[in-house]
């Protein structure tokens, strides 16, 4: 397998073309950071999605360490589920020469060089939730189309329990052309199938852990979307904000790529 400079060096002589180029380069993605782990750094090149270190369960000194690395490799890192302790250690290290967000609600950090750009596609998602309990998900979601350079169009807490909230608000994503549809629901999982019966375009449906009783956390939920008779509806893990948004960006770039 060659290194990178190799490949760079085979394009620049013309000794190899440009796609076996980006072939090879695919191949050269893991980056083993000691024992600790192994970095895809180059994830957003060979699938066009970024790698998100997922801080939930991991010691708040490895979280630093495994985020700056990216951060020094790629120009950004997304860390996802993190705990207030993680977020003030990611804070106080960030270096100075970066942009650090903190997306409070979806427990979501970014923190790029300011020298990085997101590239617009021009892909477009509209996302939904049921109830303002479902918005940390519908966050994570957001976050994570906007980091694809996707525009995203929100309206929250338009669930079931009050239809006449949902019409509006699906309307206006519809007349400006989403590509896709993030619905986020909890308790019976209603809203998804609801709206993938109103609309044209693919739906991805995510239960949220926000249900109690028999069922509870998110278990009916989750059974119910994926019972749903609605065709053009996919269904994500509980909780899964983050797939919902990967999967939803995927689709609106590749839409947006041949619209341009």
């Given at each position: 397998m060659y290194s990178v400079r190799e490949v760079l060096e085979k394009t620049a002589k013309k000794e190899i073309s440009v796609a076996e180029a980006e072939r090879l380069l695919r191949f050269l993605a893991i980056e083993e950071l000691g024992d600790l782990a192994k970095i895809d750094s180059s994830r957003e090149i060979r699938k066009g999605i970024p790698e998100i270190i997922l801080g939930e369960g991991k010691a708040t000194c490895d979280l630093v360490e495994i985020s700056l690395r990216m951060l020094s490799k790629n120009g950004r890192v997304i860390i996802s589920r993190c705990g207030r302790e993680q977020i003030s250690a990611i804070t106080e290290a960030a270096p100075k020469d970066c942009v650090l967000c903190v997306h409070e609600k979806a427990k979501l950090v970014v923190l790029k060089k300011r020298s990085f750009i997101v590239k617009k596609t021009g892909g477009k998602i509209g996302i939904l939730t049921a109830g303002t309990s479902d918005i940390p998900i519908a966050e994570e979601a957001r976050v994570m189309v906007e980091e694809m350079g996707c525009e995203a169009l929100t309206a929250y807490d338009v669930g079931v329990a009050g239809i006449h909230r949902l019409l509006q608000p699906l309307k206006d994503m519809i007349l400006k052309d989403v590509d896709t549809l993030v619905v986020?629901?909890?308790?019976?999982?209603?809203?998804?199938?609801?709206?993938?019966?109103?609309?044209?375009?693919?739906?991805?449906?995510?239960?949220?852990?926000?249900?109690?009783?028999?069922?509870?956390?998110?278990?009916?939920?989750?059974?119910?979307m994926l019972q749903s008779c609605s065709l053009g509806l996919a269904v994500v893990n509980i909780d899964g904000g983050v797939a919902a948004g990967a999967v939803a960006a995927l689709t609106a770039n590749r839409a947006a790529k041949f619209r341009n």
């Open positions: 986020i629901a909890g308790r019976e999982g209603a809203l998804p199938s609801v709206v993938a019966g109103l609309v044209d375009v693919p739906v991805i449906a995510v239960p949220t852990s926000n249900s109690f009783g028999f069922g509870e956390k998110g278990l009916a939920t989750l059974m119910a």
